[in-house]
């Protein structure tokens, strides 16, 4: 089986950095997902790391180490619009397995 | 424009009725799913199909059922069993990949949900 274990709640302040850590176990990995998801609103897909190493797509990057089966999503410049519960996720031969989310508040 | 779609965006019901919520995709992806979401919590599985006339149980499929006659359509019913039915409900599609024997799923692409509550 798969867990993921991120923690529940993040508070940053707007124009800051901050850092959403992943732990993962697994029993077949093939790499690691970011969703966003706001308040009443559907999960939309954010970045994927198939590979050890840094992913980044303008503000947001992910990154990835199997050995450590750990990964995080940096989000910079943080916007006040950034606030958002943020999961992550383990795609594989079974179904999604999603961490429970963590809740991320951008405070002016 | 494709997509995923998900009907009725709020829906209420009176204990002890069945209910039907709609999810259809015209991405042409294999894989469907059904996820339930309480108020600050995370997502979590009640069923999935990864192929047309096939679907598996997920983690809380007791008091639903579905089908999956045509690649396009998941719909998910709640049954009266369900005792604690008032969620957000989230149906999602994802490709399925042949990775040597096994299928892998991708990304997962998520419809708007239906918020469901009991009266």
């Known amino acids: 089986g798969q867990s993921l274990e991120q923690p529940s709640e993040v508070t940053a302040v707007e124009g800051a950095i901050v850092q959403i850590n992943c732990t993962y176990q697994?029993?077949?990995?093939?790499?690691l997902s970011w969703y966003q998801q706001h308040d009443g609103g559907a999960p939309t897909f954010l970045s994927y790391?198939?590979?050890?190493g840094l992913e980044e797509t303008g503000r947001f990057s992910s990154f990835l180490s199997r050995s450590d089966s750990y990964g995080y999503l940096l989000l910079q410049e943080l916007q006040m619009k950034d606030s958002a519960s943020y999961f992550c996720?383990?795609?594989?031969?079974?179904?999604?397995?999603f961490g429970k989310g963590t809740r991320l508040s951008v405070i002016a | 424009d494709g997509g995923i779609t998900q009907s009725p965006k709020y829906l209420f019901r009176k204990e002890g009725q069945n209910v039907t919520l709609s999810c259809e995709q015209n991405?042409?992806?294999?894989?469907m799913y059904w996820y339930r979401q309480d108020p600050g919590q995370g997502l979590r599985l009640i069923y999935y199909?990864?192929?047309?006339?096939?679907?598996q149980k997920g983690d809380i499929a007791e008091g639903y059922s579905v089908s999956r006659e045509k690649k396009e359509s998941f719909p998910l019913t709640v049954t009266s069993a369900q005792k604690n039915p008032t969620a957000f409900y989230l149906c999602?599609?994802?490709?399925?990949?042949?990775?040597?024997?096994?299928?892998?799923?991708?990304?997962?692409?998520f419809g708007p949900g239906t918020r469901l509550t009991v009266l």
């Open positions: 199909s990864q192929i047309v006339n096939d679907f």
């Open positions: 999602a599609s994802s490709p399925r990949v042949a990775r040597g024997q096994h299928f892998y799923t991708d990304t997962q692409y």
């Open positions: 697994t029993s077949g990995f093939y790499g």
């Open positions: 996720a383990a795609p594989g031969n079974t179904p999604l397995v």
């Open positions: 790391n198939a590979l050890d």
């Open positions: 991405l042409n992806h294999d894989a």
